[in-house]
């Protein structure tokens, strides 16, 4: 079966975020063509890449100015990533995992999502802090910008559009890693 690396950030501009990584190559950078854009002073253009070879992950800075991190290490060259390792562009960190994706036969259907709202759309509606209207105007303006070859978060559009603040988000966001945390105690 196929392998991914899911990057959850961790610190930095990206926490509570998930990204997937399921191509052979893919770009890291502030350029909107990267596979994953990350808004941040530090960051480059083109900043590294994430790849994999014999179903093992790799990360390597694309310039020798580009600040990169596995587990608080300097990365020069490249570096191995492993499930559990923390990497860090700039000053976005992330925790990798690297999970398996079952393949489906072609024809059958992939399991559906219990909505169609995204779980930060729908913890914000459930919390009373936006209408599901809000959430409806921004997944359609998170479409229209992706079509346009602009990767953006559902909690930045929804900000652009005035609908939440900074502080709101980030209030959201920490108090949805807590509930997903409370899973996992005894």
């Known amino acids: 079966m196929p392998k991914v690396v899911r990057l959850t950030g961790i610190g930095g501009s990206r926490i509570g975020m998930h990204d997937i990584m399921s191509s052979r190559v893919s770009t890291v950078g502030s350029h909107p063509s990267c596979d994953l854009v990350l808004k941040d002073q530090l960051i480059l253009a083109r ?11 790799f990360v390597k800075p694309l310039d020798p100015k580009a600040a990169v991190f596995v587990n608080s290490q300097p990365i020069v060259t490249q570096g ?3 499930d559990g390792d923390l990497v860090t562009f700039g000053s976005v960190t992330f925790q990798v995992a690297i999970t398996t994706v079952a393949e489906q036969a072609v024809g059958q259907s992939a399991p559906r999502p219990r909505s169609n709202i995204p779980y930060l759309g729908e913890y914000l509606v459930q919390h009373g802090i936006v209408e599901e209207q809000h959430i409806a105007q921004a ?3 998170q479409k229209h910008l992706q079509l346009q070859g602009r990767r953006i978060d559902l909690g930045e559009v ?10 709101q988000l980030a209030q959201a966001i920490r ?5 997903f945390f409370e ?3 005894d």
């Open 47 to 57: 900043h590294a890449e994430i790849w994999q070879a014999l179903e093992r992950w």
């Open 80 to 82: 191995r990533l492993n």
């Open 139 to 141: 997944l359609e303006r």
């Open 158 to 167: 929804l900000y652009e559009l005035g609908y939440v603040s900074r502080h």
């Open 175 to 179: 108090a949805q890693q807590s509930d």
């Open 183 to 185: 899973q996992f105690r």
